[in-house]
């Protein structure tokens, strides 16, 4: 399975800290996709970055991706309250086989 | 914004029973899918369907479920004889051509009793 492995699987951090999560993945990818999920609503697409980029950047995100260690990361600089969610990374394979994969997820809960 | 719409928003069934859960992806799309999400838990993928037809499908999606496009706008995800482990929220997405982003629905939440 190239499921990606998201870690912490929970994260409490205060408002204003920046917040880092990591993702895993098994097999050879096209591109990784982070998506957030508030509580009890679908997932929201926030950044993808492709297999031949290294670092990728959106307002306060700043996404990273080592091909070779097959991980990524997603940082959240200055967090707020309204950053509290579940975010989950994506990954579609290399083969191009119409699924695109997700992790388990952290949940990062941002304290006032 | 051009969005995913699901219905029911909820629903109640028991055990045993058929049900349908609806969604309308983005007009343009022509890549669906639907995934799962027990409570709390991973996203699980399902389901893809493009062109027609089912493109990849998991090991979860066996015979109790299937995949239709009746209309040209609707797509639906059937669960034959429902069972306890099907409560979940479901969620349908959908994916322009060339693209790779998904969109989401907000998701079907299926208790099952």
């Known amino acids: 399975s190239q499921q990606g492995e998201e870690d912490p699987q929970a994260l409490s951090i205060q408002e204003g800290e920046n917040a880092t999560m990591n993702c895993s993945y098994k097999?050879?990818?096209?591109?990784l996709q982070w998506y957030r999920q508030n509580s009890g609503r679908g997932l929201v697409h926030l950044i993808l970055i492709r297999s031949n980029e290294r670092e990728k950047h959106s307002g306060r995100l700043r996404v990273t991706l080592d091909t070779s260690k097959k991980s990524s990361s997603l940082l959240i600089t200055a967090s707020r309250a309204a950053d509290t969610a579940s975010y989950f990374c994506a990954t579609e394979s290399m083969n191009r086989d119409d699924k695109i994969i997700f992790g388990k997820g952290t949940r990062l809960h941002i304290l006032p | 914004e051009p969005e995913v719409t699901q219905t029911p928003s909820h629903q109640v069934t028991q055990m045993g029973q058929e049900v349908i859960l609806r969604c309308v992806p983005i007009s343009n799309h022509l890549y669906f899918y639907w995934y799962r999400q027990i409570l709390g838990q991973k996203v699980e993928f399902l389901v893809s369907f493009y062109n027609n037809e089912i493109s990849e499908k998991s090991e979860i999606f066996d015979d109790q479920f299937s995949v239709e496009r009746p209309d040209g706008s609707n797509f639906t995800l059937k669960i034959r004889s429902t069972k306890l482990e099907d409560s979940a929220m479901y969620f349908c997405a959908s994916q322009g051509n060339g693209a790779n982003v998904l969109t989401f629905g907000a998701g079907s939440r299926l208790t099952v009793l």
């Open positions: 097999t050879s990818i096209n591109n």
